[in-house]
């Protein structure tokens, strides 16, 4: 059973870099997209981007280029950087498996971890 | 950019049929996700490819899509039935993910 846990600082200052990271256990990240997906409090879910284990990389344009996502696939890993953060971006992270391509769901899910933007 | 309404809110009561719907251009022609949320918890995939069921969902939840709609159904409804549902498709315009608002399904 593939299962994943984000982890990272769950308070990050205005204008500061939010970091997190997605461990892969259960199962190899290779041959797989891995996809960040946010929830702000009261709202809807939000796609954030995905990357391939190859490391090919595609992102909301809405996050402009704010957004930096990329694995490790020695580690089993693979993570998020979004810079210049603000309020809006405070929300619940989740890390998720994409079962195949990229026009396929996200079949595997982290539990999701609240980041407060705040000073 | 491409984009998937959803109704706010659906209530049901215990033992009906809920009919969640997720609308968007010619969304007929693509492959339709949703998923199940609830507080606290790991997001749950109910349905792929617009019908399928993954393993340990439920006969009585079902998909379809066709025209400029896609629908779940959950049928026999039950309490813990109760939660957020969002519908997702691919955008093979932009190579992007894109979700649907959420309906909150309240069980009566």
């Known amino acids: 059973q593939v299962q994943l846990q984000e982890s990272g600082p769950g308070l990050v200052k205005p204008s500061e870099t939010l970091s997190l990271t997605c461990s892969v256990s259960g199962g190899s990240i290779s041959s797989y997209y891995w996809t960040w997906i946010r929830q702000p409090p009261g709202k809807g879910l939000e796609w954030i981007g995905y990357?391939?284990?190859?490391?090919?990389?595609k992102s909301n344009p809405s996050l402009k280029s704010r957004v930096t996502i990329s694995v490790d696939t020695s580690k089993n890993q693979f993570s998020l950087k979004l810079n210049s953060v603000t309020a809006a971006d405070t929300a619940v992270y989740y890390c998720?498996?994409?079962?195949?391509?990229?026009?396929?769901?996200?079949?595997?899910w982290g539990q999701g971890t609240l980041v407060i933007v705040s000073s | 950019s491409y984009v998937l309404t959803q109704p706010p809110s659906v209530s049901v009561a215990p033992g009906k049929t809920a009919y969640i719907t997720c609308g968007g251009d010619n969304l007929g022609g693509k492959s339709v996700h949703w998923y199940q949320l609830k507080p606290g918890q790991a997001p749950v995939l109910v349905i792929n490819f617009n019908t399928d069921r993954p393993s340990g969902i439920p006969e009585r939840v079902s998909g379809s899509n066709s025209g400029n709609t896609a629908t779940l159904t959950i049928s026999r409804v039950e309490a813990g039935d109760e939660a957020d549902y969002y519908c997702q498709v691919w955008d093979s315009n932009s190579d992007h993910w894109v979700f649907g608002g959420g309906t909150k399904l309240t069980v009566l």
């Open positions: 990357v391939y284990y190859n490391g090919y990389t």
């Open positions: 998720a498996r994409v079962s195949g391509g990229s026009r396929s769901p996200a079949d595997y």
